[in-house]
């Protein structure tokens, strides 16, 4: 058994016959992706399990994350709507939930029969509830109270975001996307993550490292990185990758400035007065479209 986690490599291998060679208590972040169990056609993987058996299979691969995860570590898991629930209920015993986040995504798939589906699952786990990471000023963003009302009662350093998060899909014409992977992560949405559940220099685990997003983001972050990917060319792509965009610094897109519109309140503050709600004020009747506030109201 290794004494050290290869950092700054991807192992080209199998993740139930990579990780149980690698030290326990050794990471400090995990974020895993797997594949869904939605028939997608990989490298060397046909995504394509009885639901029993990718069940089977999914239970051992977080007991070999969860082994190697720091008692101080993060896990966060990304999984489709059909076996969320399932995966919820088996690290109930396992690690503590602190959010189940939506990422939702424009670009989705176009149903012909029922809702088009636009979202995601992110799995926010930690090992210890009372000791762990999570750096909320380095994900903050500008609230409401700042940008639209002005209210003197805002904190400066703005909000946390929800926990309903929108990123894109990385599409065939973004310039983000590497061209020979099916699935692509966003790098906004790896950095958010690492920034508030790491810290420079915390090695980082992503085990289906795929097309290399989270390590490119752990690099780019100051963080040591470390990855499984069961398919040899999708190793030697993500390390190209990795070395092309790694040292880059990340650049966040700039919020819009905060601006106020006086320096100080005059006098005391007014209590709002009620509004009585009328009729046409709903969701799909304008109050000065005179026949929507008809058939709002019936008459």
């Known amino acids: 058994m290794p004494k050290e986690v290869p ?10 016959e990579t990780l149980p060679q690698w030290p326990e208590n050794s990471v400090d972040l995990v974020f895993a992706d797997p594949p869904f169990n939605i028939r997608y056609q990989y490298d060397k993987y046909r995504d394509d ?3 029993h058996e990718y069940l089977e299979w999914t239970e051992k691969w977080l007991d070999q994350c969860l082994r190697v995860l720091k008692p101080t570590g993060t896990f966060w898991i990304a999984i489709g ?5 399932e995966i919820r209920v088996m690290m109930r015993q396992r690690a503590t939930l602190r959010n189940w986040v939506i990422w939702r995504y424009t670009f989705g798939q176009c149903c012909k029969g029922k809702f088009n589906r636009g979202h995601a699952h992110l799995l ?4 210890d ?9 380095a994900i903050r963003v500008p609230s409401d109270r700042q940008l639209k009302y002005d209210d003197l009662r805002a904190n400066p350093k703005g909000k946390l975001p929800d926990d ?6 990385v599409c065939g014409t973004f310039r983000e996307r590497v061209g020979w992977h ?14 508030a559940c790491s810290k420079p220099g915390d090695i980082v685990l992503d085990p289906f490292a795929g097309s290399g997003t989270t390590l490119v983001a752990a690099a780019r972050l100051g963080r040591k990185w470390t990855g499984v990917e069961l398919s040899e060319q999708y190793t030697t792509n993500a390390l190209a990758r990795i070395k092309d965009e790694g040292s880059q610094p990340w650049q966040a897109v700039q919020p819009p400035p905060v601006i106020r519109k006086w320096k100080k309140r005059l006098g005391p503050r007014r209590k709002a007065r009620p509004r009585k709600a009328k009729p046409a004020d709903s969701l799909f009747a304008p109050p000065d479209d005179e026949a929507a506030r008809s058939a709002a109201t019936g008459t």
């Open 124 to 127: 926010y786990f930690v090992k």
């Open 49 to 51: 399990l009885a639901p």
């Open 7 to 16: 950092v700054g490599k991807i192992v080209a291998g199998d993740v139930l």
């Open 164 to 169: 309903v998060w929108t990123f894109s899909r």
């Open 182 to 195: 099916p699935c692509q992560m966003p790098l906004a949405l790896l950095v958010q993550i690492i920034l």
């Open 129 to 137: 509830p009372k000791n762990f990471t999570f750096n909320a000023d």
């Open 81 to 85: 709507d059909e076996y969320a629930a």
